[in-house]
């Protein structure tokens, strides 16, 4: 049962950019760490961006600077903001959340393309 909805995906040129959004239950959203994954065609799934309750953040090397990540309780919604689009960035963006080390729920995913 899929619990986080995720949408915004497209395809877009480089240098581009798109907004992701993830919607989730109250109660899944108050109790977690929000986070984004992405898994480029051939590869693993990589953690991109995390934020906690409180509004801290977190960022994988290769997106610091071109992504933001946030949240906004009261829609218990989720967003990846990203900026200045490269080829390598596309992939399959997944939202999850996780407590105390665990990750619990994750959503069905948005597709992202970048062309060059």
């Known amino acids: 049962q899929v619990q986080l909805v995720e949408s915004g995906g497209g395809l877009v040129q480089a240098g581009g950019s798109l907004r992701l959004s993830c919607v989730a239950p109250?109660?899944?959203?108050?109790?977690?760490?929000m986070d984004w994954y992405r898994q480029p065609p051939g590869k693993q799934r990589e953690l991109v961006a995390t934020?906690?309750?409180?509004?801290?953040?977190n960022y994988a090397a290769s997106v610091l600077g071109r992504f933001t990540i946030s949240r906004d309780n009261a829609k218990n919604t989720t967003y990846l903001q990203m900026n200045s689009l490269e080829p390598e960035d596309t992939g399959v963006y997944y939202c999850?959340?996780?407590?105390?080390?665990?990750?619990?729920?994750w959503g069905q995913g948005t597709q992202v393309t970048v062309s060059s």
């Open positions: 109250g109660s899944i959203f108050s109790r977690n760490v």
């Open positions: 934020v906690t309750s409180g509004g801290i953040t």
């Open positions: 999850a959340a996780h407590r105390f080390g665990v990750t619990t729920y």
